[in-house]
C-alpha cells in the first residue's frame, strides 16, 4: 500500500452559495477528514436567491448573509473557507465569463489541486449559472495546464493541469429538492462516493445556510436517507474505463493497482480550517501541516437497476 507523501487537493468550484453542501458535502467533509486539502471558489454570492423572511435585507445586506452562511458550512464541512469570483447571481454567462475563467486558470495554478469538482454540462437543474459554470470550469481546468493561456493576475504560476476532472450528477438529496430542466443530459455515473459517517457534518452545513429553505429539512425519514446516501459523480477527466464504478475521486492514480481503489491513511480529526484572504490571492501557498491521513474507502457495488441518479 503506498502512502501519501503529501496532502492531496481538491478543489470544488461551485456557483452559489449551497451547491457545495448540496451536491457534494458528504464528499468534501470526508477528504478534508482524511486530511486532504478542501478548497472552494464560489463563483457568486447568491444575492439574486429566494429572501423568504429575508425579504427586508437589500440585496448587498442579503449577499454578506449568503457570504456568512457558506464560511459556516465550510467550517461544518472542515474545508477551506471560500473564495467568491464576485460573479453577479445569475449573470455569470453574460458578465462573468472571461474573468471567471482566468480567475479558475490562476486558482488552479496557485493551489496545484490534484481533482477539480464542479458541475456537469446539465448544471444538475438547469440553472443558467450552473450549465456556464460547467464550460468555464472546464475551459480553465485546460487552460491552467497551457503555457499559451496567459492570465493578467500578478504573481503568476507556472501552467499546472490537474489529473482529475469530476462533474457532480443528482443524488437522492437532489432529488428530493429540484426537478431537472435542462435539456442537456447528464453524463454517465462513474463514481459513488460512501459518505455514511460524514453525512452529520452535511446535515450542519445545510442548516448553516439557513436563508435557504430548500435546505432546512425537518422530516426524519429524509434526514436519515440524506445522510447515508451515497454521493455520485462523473470522471470527465482522465476518462473512466471501469469495470464497475469508482468509489474514490483519485482511486487509480494512487493504488496499487487501477482496479484497486481502496487507500488507508491515519484518520485525523478535522483541523479548524485555514483562514484565507477575500479573493483569489489569498489562497494559502501550501497545504496544511496535519498528518498523514487515513481513510479506508471500498469498492462499491454498480446500483440496482433504476436506482434514482438522473
Ligand atoms: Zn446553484
Redesign the pocket.
Known amino acids: 500500500m503506498k502512502e501519501n507523501k503529501k496532502s492531496r487537493r481538491i478543489l470544488a468550484i461551485f456557483?452559489?452559495p449551497d451547491?457545495e453542501t448540496f451536491l457534494a458535502g458528504g464528499t468534501l467533509a470526508k477528504y478534508a477528514a482524511a486530511g486532504w486539502d478542501v478548497f472552494l471558489l464560489c463563483a457568486t454570492r447568491g444575492e439574486a436567491g429566494k429572501r423568504g423572511e429575508y425579504g427586508r435585507l437589500t440585496r448587498e445586506q442579503f449577499a454578506l448573509l449568503r457570504k456568512e452562511e457558506l464560511e459556516a458550512a465550510c467550517r461544518a464541512l472542515g474545508i477551506h473557507r471560500p473564495v467568491f469570483l464576485e460573479c453577479a447571481d445569475k449573470g455569470l454567462a453574460r458578465d462573468c465569463w472571461n474573468s471567471a475563467t482566468e480567475e479558475i486558470v490562476h486558482a488552479i495554478r496557485r493551489i496545484r489541486p490534484d481533482v477539480v469538482v464542479t458541475f456537469g454540462p446539465d448544471g444538475i437543474s438547469g440553472?443558467p449559472?450552473?450549465v456556464a459554470l460547467s464550460q468555464i470550469v472546464t475551459a480553465g481546468f485546460w487552460g491552467a495546464g497551457m503555457s499559451t493561456y496567459l492570465t493578467g493576475k500578478q504573481g503568476k504560476a507556472a501552467p499546472f493541469r490537474p489529473s482529475h476532472l469530476y462533474y457532480v450528477l443528482r443524488s437522492l438529496s437532489v432529488l428530493e429538492c429540484c426537478k431537472p430542466s435542462s435539456p442537456q443530459k447528464a453524463r454517465t455515473l462513474t463514481t459513488v462516493v460512501d459518505i455514511r459517517g460524514f453525512g452529520e457534518r452535511k446535515l450542519e452545513a445545510m442548516r448553516a445556510h439557513r436563508s435557504q429553505k430548500h435546505m432546512q429539512f425537518s422530516d426524519p425519514a429524509l434526514i436519515e436517507k440524506m445522510l447515508t446516501a451515497p454521493e455520485n459523480f462523473h470522471r470527465a477527466f482522465p476518462i473512466w474505463h471501469g469495470p464497475g464504478l469508482e468509489a474514490d475521486l483519485f482511486g487509480d492514480v494512487d493504488s496499487e493497482s487501477s482496479n484497486q481503489v481502496h487507500r488507508k491513511h491515519n484518520i485525523d480529526p478535522v483541523a479548524e480550517p485555514q483562514q484565507m484572504n477575500n479573493g483569489v490571492t489569498g489562497w494559502p501557498s501550501s497545504s496544511s501541516q496535519r498528518p498523514t491521513p487515513a481513510l479506508v474507502i471500498s469498492q462499491p457495488t454498480a446500483p440496482e437497476e433504476g436506482t434514482p441518479h438522473k
Open positions: 456557483a452559489h451547491d440553472h449559472d450552473h
